[in-house]
């Protein structure tokens, strides 16, 4: 395939004042980035995670999940994955490997599964067989209440933290009234939920021995988390949610915190009425680190560590679904320095974003025929 050179689209502007203006763009001086195509031909991917040999397991959406070999062979699908209800925005979500996935080959999915009221979010783990061919004994280990009949929202990214903690994003279900229950803690809607790797629920979780309150919840009031990254320097968990017409966030998930999902956001509702309180923000609400306004469609984030491009340092990167791009934040610490889109040339929406063995950065694009390419400055 013929490499693509690129070049940044930078918009120049000063540096934000404040973290939630919109069009904060800020330039910063990057080389041309060359854009390779090493894998395509996927259906609906959706996440992606590399393995220790550098090969790819990548989920499609309709249910399928593959290994893509190094060198850009996409295998047939694997065997021994859990019953999924694919459809709408529901199906075959997520890939994690365990923390200790040398030794265990453990892999964890989040998928929607049909049940009892509808449909929701599961989770589940099985070891990946020593020729690639299948998961062996897949267990599901986590299922999102309540079941609602809906085919929107179901997040959902899975984050190990530095303990082995798996922390799983989930969606509010998108319909009215069911989404309010992001800001109940009896059930796992808009939600982001602390398990053990067994999906037993750790004994330092907020909400244990809170009547009423599931003890999964870690962090609530969120709307539809589609991407999530451990902080390689502070090991904080940060996740980023779809806002409704206006205001994806990227959020630090904090034990206990309320994010103001459907409070409060900056975004307003598709046919344009106020969202909530009609308000940004609220008494008792966390408020995002970062928003954008008009929206991005966030789907899949990363933090870059590489060395390629140094400017890069201390960047989240996040996939655009609807602005067709690639987005890099620039953070010192919590604090916003600036924004910068990338690949827009390409009008390709992106699913998901990872960094590499190679220290480059490899994004999924969305829809039939998706790509997998890396993203490296020239040489
Ligand atoms: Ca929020």
Redesign the pocket.
């Known amino acids: 395939m013929t490499p693509t050179r690129l070049f940044a689209a930078l918009a120049a502007a000063s540096l934000p004042t404040n973290a939630w203006a919109v069009d904060t763009v800020v330039s910063s001086q990057i080389g041309d980035l060359q854009v390779t195509t090493i894998a395509d031909g996927l259906d609906s991917a959706w996440g992606m995670e590399f393995l220790p040999d550098s090969s790819l397991i990548v989920t499609e959406k309709g249910g399928t999940l593959r290994l893509v070999a190094a060198d850009g062979t996409v295998g047939p699908a694997l065997e021994g994955l859990p019953d999924i209800d694919a459809g709408g925005q529901g199906g075959l979500l997520d890939v994690a490997l365990d923390p200790d996935f040398a030794t265990n080959r453990l892999v964890y999915l989040t998928y929607s599964e049909a049940g009892n009221g509808g449909n929701s979010t599961a989770a589940g783990r099985g070891r990946l067989a020593d020729d690639g061919t299948r998961l062996e004994g897949f267990e599901k280990i986590f299922t999102q209440l309540p079941k609602h009949a809906g085919n929107k929202h179901f997040g959902s990214r899975i984050v190990f933290d530095r303990e082995g903690h798996l922390f799983i994003g989930l969606g509010e279900r998108s319909d009215t009234p069911i989404r309010e229950g992001a800001q109940k803690l009896d059930n796992h809607l808009g939600k982001v939920v602390r398990l053990n790797r067994d999906g037993s629920v750790p004994a330092d979780n907020p909400f244990i021995g809170q009547a009423g309150a599931l003890p999964e919840i870690w962090s609530y009031?969120q709307r539809n988390i589609q991407g999530g990254a451990l902080h390689p320097a502070t090991g904080e968990v940060w996740f980023s949610e779809h806002g409704p017409k206006g205001g994806d966030?990227v959020?630090v998930v904090e034990a206990g915190k309320n994010?103001?999902?459907p409070l409060?956001?900056f975004g307003v509702n598709y046919n344009g009425t106020p969202v909530g309180t009609g308000k940004s923000e609220g008494e008792g609400l966390t408020q995002?680190l970062h928003q954008w306004t008009p929206v991005i469609g966030a789907s899949g984030m990363a933090f870059y560590t590489g060395d390629g491009v140094p400017d890069w340092q201390g960047s989240a990167f996040f996939g655009g679904l609807a602005s067709r791009d690639l987005v890099r934040v620039a953070f010192d610490g919590r604090t916003v320095k600036g924004e910068e889109r990338l690949l827009g040339d390409l009008g390709k929406r992106i699913r998901d974003v990872k960094q590499g063995p190679d220290g480059a950065l490899y994004v999924l694009t969305d829809g039939s025929g998706g790509e997998i390419m890396r993203v490296a400055p020239v040489d």
């Open positions: 009031g966030e959020n994010y103001g999902w409060v956001s995002p």
